[in-house]
T-cell receptor, first 111, second 119 residues
């Protein structure tokens, strides 16, 4: 079993839809949770970062962490074609440097 | 400012040949990571450098893989006697020293990657 599980998709939605992306994990020591966005032929870039449980909102993006369920989510409101990319969840434990990435979910937002 | 750069952007090599991949991190970033990204597999951690500390090589898949970082800046990932299963995108990332738990301590800046194809 992988430490971090993420459905690779692809996920196709119409423009304006609310998108929900999710990851589950097995290591309860993870404390830092991140979402990276990767456009085709580019390196990933950090989109959202959360410490421990709770929600964080940034514009159209909301990150949620439920440590009791070992489940994290990224919500995208009013999705745009420019949101079409691969979204990777990532996490690490306190004091550790190694970041464990999910496989990434490919998202397509149709105009 | 300049981001992380990697070269070459694409590399096609024959099975059994050695290859060198280069990474130029962001100036002032003391932490440097190498990852491998295969289709549908996410980012696989390979090696981590932090300042003058001994690198963490725990992710290197075999002894054919090695990496060095000269002068705390440029890094080279070397794959000897390449195999077809080595075909992947090799990504380099750099970051600031991990101070506290803020965004700065967690954000890795990635280069565009080197797409390696072993024929």
């Amino acid at each position: 079993q992988k430490e971090v599980e993420q459905d690779p998709g692809p996920l196709s939605v119409p423009e304006g839809a609310i998108v929900s992306l999710n990851c589950t994990y097995s290591n309860s020591a993870f404390q830092y949770f991140m979402w990276y966005r990767q456009y085709s032929r580019k390196g990933p870039e950090l989109l959202m970062y959360t410490y421990s449980s709770g929600n964080k909102e940034d514009g159209r993006f909301t990150a949620q962490v439920d440590k009791s369920s070992k489940y994290i989510s990224l919500f995208i409101r009013d999705s745009q074609p420019s949101d079409s990319a691969t979204y990777l969840c990532a996490m690490r434990w306190t004091g550790g440097f190694k970041t464990i990435f999910g496989a990434g979910t490919r998202l397509f937002v149709k105009a | 400012g300049a981001g992380v750069s990697q070269s070459p952007s694409n590399k096609v090599t024959e099975k059994g040949k050695d290859v060198e991949l280069r990474c130029d991190p962001i100036s002032g970033h003391t932490a440097l990571y190498w990852y491998r990204q295969s289709l549908g597999q996410g980012l696989e951690f390979l090696i981590y450098f932090q300042g003058n500390s001994a690198p963490d090589k725990s992710g290197l898949p075999s002894d054919r893989f090695s990496a060095e970082r000269t002068g705390g800046s440029v890094s080279t990932l070397t794959i000897q006697r390449t195999q077809q299963e080595d075909s992947a995108v090799y990504l380099c990332a750099s970051s600031l020293p991990r101070v506290g738990g803020g965004r700065a301590g967690n954000e890795q800046y990635f280069g565009p990657g080197t797409r390696l194809t072993v024929t």
